[in-house]
């Protein structure tokens, strides 16, 4: 997995460190705890657009729909020989329009196509066991438009993104939310147009 993949993802794979509590209520429910979820150490809206594979608008059309994964499986694909137990995690994922690309990718579709987007959070069964891993984030709503950080991993179907890098549109300008208000860039954004915002990424000097 890339540096910047571990970067976008650390919200979404269930990591086992500081600010994780993971409970088993007997054998019932299995309680993930990452409620103090911090944002981004991206500094600045140039370092945030590098890192990302795509830059883009969309408009959420399904509503969330939550899954557990074993979050061990793809370290251990890529570590054959190497015995790491299984380990649930909970992925949401949203079906969503492309109204705007402003970051391309190959991944990524065309505007007007389909795609699918996912963040860590939600609940589902594991092993007939209930697991809950609890977030503060918001969902989606669908009908909404958000500019959206996304980011390729190999062990999911669909794009990753850090909720505190997808940003509402609410009459064609950028808001800042709950989360999203503390995200270190976000006077870069703040109340932008996505026209504004694609001039300031065509105007970032190349690496």
């Known amino acids: 997995m890339s540096v910047k993949n571990v970067i976008a993802f650390a919200l979404v794979t269930t990591c086992i460190g500081s600010g994780m509590m993971l409970s088993a209520q007997g054998q019932g429910a299995i309680v993930k705890d990452n409620s103090d979820a911090m944002p981004p150490p991206q500094r600045t809206f140039r370092e945030a657009v590098d890192i990302a594979d795509a830059v883009v608008v969309i408009r959420v059309l399904t509503p969330g729909h939550s899954e557990v994964i074993d979050g061990s499986a793809g370290f251990r694909r890529r570590n054959p020989g190497v015995t790491v137990e299984s380990s649930p995690d909970?992925?949401?994922?949203?079906?969503?329009?492309?109204?705007?690309?402003l970051k391309a990718?190959?991944?990524?579709?065309?505007v007007n196509a389909t795609t699918k987007v996912v963040q860590g959070g939600?609940?589902?069964e594991w092993q007939g066991r209930r697991v809950i891993d609890k977030r503060p984030f918001p969902p989606l709503v669908v009908g909404r438009d958000y500019l959206v950080l996304l980011s390729r991993d190999e062990d999911l179907d669909g794009l990753?993104?850090?909720?505190?890098?997808?940003?509402?549109?609410?009459?064609?300008?950028?808001?800042?939310?709950?989360?999203t208000k503390d995200t270190q860039y976000i006077s870069e954004l703040l109340d932008k147009t996505v026209e504004?915002?694609?001039?300031?990424?065509?105007?970032m000097p190349a690496n």
């Open 160 to 179: 990753v993104f850090d909720p505190y890098q997808a940003f509402e549109i609410r009459n064609g300008r950028i808001q800042a939310g709950r989360f």
């Open 90 to 101: 909970v992925v949401t994922s949203y079906q969503a329009r492309i109204v705007s690309v």
């Open 196 to 203: 504004d915002v694609a001039v300031q990424i065509r105007e």
């Open 122 to 124: 939600g609940e589902g």
């Open 105 to 110: 990718d190959s991944s990524i579709g065309v």
